[in-house]
C-alpha cells in the first residue's frame, strides 16, 4: 500500500513538472531563449499559416448596413377577436364570449409612401392592425393583400413624410457564406440587430408535403418577433423577409428561415397591380438526381431536375422539353434540386420565357420555355386544391366549364371529393379558378357561400360552407 501511495505521489509530481515545463517553455520561447525549431515533414500538401493577415472579419463593416435597416423595420401588432372559453353564465344565456387577442411581428418599409412588407402570418385574422415606426411614432396600417402559401403579406400607413425604406437586393446573387443581418422586434425587443452567414439556399422545411418551399437559411439570430423583419446584406440591401425557425423549444438553436427578396417582391407587386398574386408554372414533374437514382436512368449526371412528366397544355409542354432530359439551370441560375427550381419559378408570370439548359443523352441544349399560368391553387378559405379542367376532363364531365377539386384540406379533409368538380358558386357560374377567386374577394369572414358540384356520374350536388 504504501509503495502504491508513493507511486501515485511521484506520478502527480511528474504531471506537475511536465506541465509547469511545458509552461517554462513557452515563456522561454516568447523571451526569444529559443532559437533553434525543428521542422516536421509530412506527406501532406501544407499551407503556412500566416497569423499576421485578416483572419477576422474585421474588413467586414456592419454599422452602415444596420445604420440603414434599423430605421425601416417596423413593429407590426395585430388585434384579433377570437372565441373564449364558454363559462356555465354563457351556456345559459345562449351567447357565445369573445375575447380579444394580440399578435406582434416585425415589418419592412419598401416604399417612402409607406408600403410595408411582412409575413402574412403576422397579420393574419386581423380586425386592427398598428403599426410603430422606429422613432415611436404610431400608425394605423390598412391590409393590401395577404398569400398563405408563400407567407408574404403587402400592408399599408399613411404619412404625410417621406419614411425611410429599404432598397430590393438579389437573392439570387446572395452566396453561401455571405454575411447578413436580421432586423426585426424579437420579444417586443424593438430594433434588434444581429449577424451571421447565409448557411444554404432553396431550403424546403417540409420536404413531405406537396408545398415547394425556396428558403434562404441563416444563422443569425431570430426569435418569435422577428418575423416579417428584413435579412439584408452588408450593404444594406434586403435580400430575404425573415419567417420561420426550425427549434425543439419554439426559440433560435441556430437555424433560422428567409423568403428570398426575389419571390417576395414578386408578390408584392402582384397585389399593387392586380390585387392578388399571378402564379405561374414550368409544367413539369420531376425529381433531384443524385448518385443513385442517375445510375437508374442512365445518366451520368448526378445535379439537376429529372424530368419525369410534362403537364399537359403547359409551357413545358408546348417547348421542345422531352420527358427524360435534365434541367440544370434556368437563366444561368444553378439548378441542383426541386425547391431550387420551384423558388425560381415563383419570381416570374405567367408570359415570361425562361431559357432552360438541359441535358439530353449527354448533350447540353438551350430551351426557351414560356411560363405557363399554374392551374393548381390551395384555397385556404374554402379549403380546397382546386385545378382548371383538361380537354380530356371536360369530356369526362360533360361540362365544358368547371373546376376538379384535386385535394381538400382542414375540416374538409375528412370528405373525398376527388371525383367532383365545381359549376357554381352562389348565383356565379365557375369557369376556371379566376371565377371563385372573383367571388372570395367580396366575401367576408364568417359568410356562407352554396357551393355546386357535379361527378363524373352526373350527379350534381350542393352544399353550404361557412368562409374561414
Excluded at 310 to 320: M, R, T
Amino acid at each position: 500500500m504504501k509503495t502504491f501511495i508513493k507511486s501515485l505521489g511521484m506520478a502527480i509530481l511528474g504531471g506537475i513538472v511536465a506541465l509547469g515545463g511545458y509552461q517554462l517553455v513557452q515563456n522561454e520561447e516568447s523571451n526569444g531563449a529559443i532559437t533553434q525549431s525543428s521542422i516536421i515533414e509530412s506527406p501532406l500538401p501544407v499551407t503556412p499559416v500566416s497569423y499576421t493577415g485578416n483572419t477576422s472579419i474585421a474588413g467586414v463593416d456592419f454599422t452602415e448596413a444596420a445604420e440603414k435597416t434599423v430605421h425601416s423595420v417596423v413593429h407590426v401588432i395585430n388585434k384579433t377577436v377570437a372565441r373564449a372559453p364558454m363559462s356555465m353564465a354563457d351556456v345559459w344565456a345562449g351567447r357565445t364570449p369573445y375575447r380579444e387577442a394580440i399578435g406582434t411581428g416585425s415589418g419592412v418599409i419598401i416604399t417612402p409612401d409607406g408600403y410595408i412588407i411582412t409575413n402574412n402570418h403576422v397579420i393574419k385574422n386581423s380586425n386592427h392592425l398598428q403599426v410603430t415606426l422606429n422613432n415611436n411614432q404610431t400608425y394605423k396600417a390598412e391590409l393590401i393583400g395577404a398569400d398563405e402559401e408563400s407567407d408574404i403579406a403587402l400592408i399599408k400607413i399613411d404619412t404625410d413624410e417621406d419614411l425611410p425604406f429599404v432598397p430590393f437586393g438579389d437573392s439570387n446573387n446572395a452566396k453561401i457564406g455571405e454575411w447578413v443581418l436580421a432586423v426585426g422586434n424579437p420579444f417586443n425587443l424593438t430594433s434588434t440587430v444581429t449577424a451571421g452567414i447565409i448557411s444554404a439556399k432553396g431550403r424546403d422545411l417540409e420536404s413531405r408535403d406537396s408545398k415547394v418551399q425556396s428558403f434562404i437559411q441563416t444563422d443569425a439570430a431570430v426569435n418569435p418577433g422577428n418575423s416579417g423583419g428584413a435579412l439584408v446584406n452588408t450593404r444594406g440591401e434586403l435580400i430575404g423577409i425573415n419567417t420561420a425557425i426550425k427549434s425543439q423549444t419554439g426559440s433560435y438553436i441556430g437555424y433560422s428561415f428567409a423568403v428570398p427578396s426575389n419571390n417576395a417582391r414578386k408578390i408584392i407587386e402582384d397585389f399593387m397591380e392586380f390585387g392578388f398574386v399571378q402564379k405561374g408554372m414550368l409544367g413539369i414533374r420531376g425529381t433531384d438526381l443524385n448518385g443513385t437514382n442517375s445510375k437508374e436512368f442512365g445518366l451520368n449526371s448526378t445535379e439537376g431536375i429529372y424530368v419525369a412528366e410534362i403537364v399537359e397544355d403547359s409551357g413545358a409542354d408546348k417547348s421542345d422539353l422531352q420527358k427524360g432530359d435534365v434541367i440544370t439551370s434556368l437563366d444561368g441560375v444553378k439548378i441542383s434540386k426541386f425547391s431550387e427550381l420551384s423558388g425560381y419559378i415563383k419570381t416570374k408570370n405567367p408570359g415570361d420565357i425562361v431559357n432552360a439548359e438541359v441535358i439530353r443523352k449527354n448533350n447540353l441544349i438551350t430551351i426557351p420555355i414560356t411560363i405557363s399560368k399554374n392551374n393548381t391553387v390551395t384555397i385556404p378559405q374554402i379549403e380546397m386544391e382546386l385545378r382548371n379542367l383538361t380537354g380530356e376532363e371536360k369530356k369526362i364531365f360533360d361540362v365544358k366549364d368547371g373546376v376538379k377539386i384535386t385535394k381538400t384540406i382542414g375540416k374538409l379533409s375528412r370528405y373525398n371529393l376527388s371525383d367532383y368538380i365545381v359549376t357554381k358558386v352562389n348565383d356565379t357560374d365557375v369557369t376556371d379558378i379566376d371565377d371563385i377567386q372573383a367571388v372570395l374577394r367580396d366575401v367576408v369572414p364568417n359568410e356562407t357561400l352554396l357551393i355546386q358540384m357535379k361527378n363524373s356520374k352526373g350527379e350534381i350536388e350542393r352544399f353550404r360552407y361557412t368562409v374561414n
